[in-house]
Antibody, heavy 120, light 107 residues
């Protein structure tokens, strides 16, 4: 089955760190660019970060630049989001999403998400 | 950054109704516009890309139009499974930005 599966979410204290992972199966992740998108409880979608298929190019939203780092390991078919200096407002479901090959910026496959809760 | 504004924020409709949702970009994005559907507790699902191209497997009652700054998503005959929240997203530049969402509710 073609899918993305996120993991690594959980409860973390303000100022803490967490790494969430996105594992691909059923397709060759190394062919695809990947993005992270989050959704705070009861809120809309917020794009966070992008990584190219080779891992050589990354982009970030202003809200996470300098605190979050995206990376990938194509041999392990995985993409990661390292989150540091976490704040209460980072509480959200974190989704990874694959870019549609034919069109820039379109997310055609999403994972189910992993919940990150930042609270003391 | 390009701001995306959807209207209305919510709409109440009945099965069989025609529903139209609009999305406005703060600057010209040509046709670099995507629509997603999201149901409660689920990940978003791609409906339409480059403003008017239907993603494979999406029912033909969904259609999109527009270019520049003004776009619409139309559901020609609302079905029970279409009650959900719909988001537009611009793909013209980074950072990618979404509209705030439009919730389609049962009347």
């Amino acid at each position: 089955e073609v899918q993305l599966v996120e993991s690594g979410g959980g409860l973390v204290q303000p100022g803490g760190s967490l790494r969430v992972s996105c594992a691909a199966s059923g397709f060759s992740l190394s062919d695809y660019e990947v993005n992270w998108v989050r959704q705070a409880p009861g809120r809309g979608l917020e794009w966070l970060s992008y990584i190219s298929s080779s891992g050589s190019h990354m982009f970030y939203a202003d809200s996470v630049r300098g605190r979050f780092t995206i990376s990938r390991d194509n041999a392990k078919k995985s993409v990661y989001l390292q989150m540091n200096s976490l704040r209460a407002e980072d509480t959200a479901v974190y989704y990874c999403a694959r870019r549609l090959l034919q069109v820039v910026g379109v997310f055609d496959l999403w994972g189910r998400g992993t919940l990150v809760t930042v609270s003391s | 950054d390009i701001q995306m504004t959807q209207s209305p924020s919510s709409v109440s409709a009945s099965v069989g109704d025609r529903v139209t949702i609009t999305c406005r970009a703060s600057q010209d994005i040509n046709t670099w516009l995507v629509w997603y559907q999201q149901k409660p507790g689920k990940a978003p699902n791609l409906l339409i890309y480059t403003a008017s191209n239907l993603q494979s497997g999406v029912p033909s009652r969904f259609s999109g139009s527009g270019s520049g700054t003004d776009f619409t998503l139309t559901i020609s005959s609302l079905q029970p499974e279409d009650f959900a929240t719909y988001y537009c997203q611009q793909t013209a530049s980074f950072p990618r930005t979404f509209g705030q969402g439009t919730k389609v509710e049962i009347k």
